[in-house]
């Protein structure tokens, strides 16, 4: 038996040994390797306290001899259509949003930027980007400036706290 998706319950937030705030959600597991996929809303510190990054991406937890081992998140298509079944992916993009509106309400920060992984996406893979913006301004982080990066491709987001 390999992988299995199964969307689990939510957890979170909590704070990681980089003072990350992550709220993260069980995406899968493969029994015979002990290993739990999750998928993980960040809210990373930045350079300026100031401003915290919104990042979401999947990462496994396994265990061996008594320790954990997390992975860095992994931000990649590739990485989502192994992980998520293409009819699951709107329950996983919901449990982001949920992710989402609960980091939003708990956070400190002046400002959070985001951005995406990959360059030049077309305007259905930005889809996902408008809903998690819609989320953060429920929670007073209306966007105060998007910009694509011509020389990159990247597409760029910044939310200001509005009180």
Known sequence: MAYVFDLGDPEGPFTDDENSQIFEFVLGVD????????MSVILFETEDKETLELCFGIRTKSVADGLITI???DYSKEKADE????DKRSNVLFAINGAVDVLAQIAKATNIIMETFYPN????????????C???ARWNYPVEDSWKDEST?????LFKKRD
């Open 134 to 136: 819609n989320a953060l």
């Open 121 to 132: 996406l077309d305007h259905k893979a930005l889809k996902k980007y408008d809903i998690i």
């Open 153 to 157: 491709g990247i597409n760029y987001w």
């Open 83 to 86: 992980c998520i079944p293409k």
């Open 71 to 73: 992975s860095p998140p």
């Open 31 to 38: 029994p015979e390797k002990d290993i739990i996929t999750v």
